[in-house]
């Protein structure tokens, strides 16, 4: 059973940094794109980044661009998401996903582009992230 845990989360300052973990199981996770989603309250979940099976292709959305650094490590069955200068708009619920198989191949980051969260279904439970001073 294929299974996302996300890790590192947690109170920073603004202007601070976190490296949040997405620990895969259940499945071979170089076969895989994963994204990272966020939700804040009262919002919309969006896109942040997107990371292709063999980390060839990765996304960011505008606003993390220059912040924001994924990564993986296949070996590891882990991707992450480095947050650098974080601002208090950046407070939100952090997500790891998998795409689905339905919406073409799962190894690119082409279904997040296009379709963001829809095309993904398979979900870690979250990490909050709140950057506060």
């Known amino acids: 059973q294929l299974q996302l845990v996300e890790s590192g989360g947690g109170l920073v300052q603004p202007g601070g940094s976190l490296r949040l973990s997405c620990a895969a199981s259940g499945f071979t996770l170089n076969d895989y794109a994963i994204g990272w989603f966020r939700q804040a309250p009262g919002k919309e979940r969006e896109g942040v980044s997107c990371?292709?099976?063999?980390?060839?292709?990765?996304n960011y959305t505008d606003s993390v661009k220059g912040r924001f650094t994924i990564s993986r490590d296949n070996a590891k069955n882990t991707v992450y998401l480095q947050m650098n200068s974080l601002k208090p708009e950046d407070t939100a619920v952090y997500y790891c996903?998998?795409?689905?198989?339905?919406?073409?191949?799962?190894?690119?980051?082409?279904?997040?582009?296009?379709?963001?969260?829809?095309?993904?279904?398979?979900w870690g439970r979250g990490t909050q992230v709140t950057v506060s001073s």
């Open positions: 996903a998998a795409p689905s198989k339905n919406y073409g191949p799962v190894s690119g980051c082409g279904s997040y582009i296009v379709l963001g969260a829809r095309a993904y279904d398979y």
């Open positions: 990371i292709s099976s063999f980390g060839g292709m990765r």
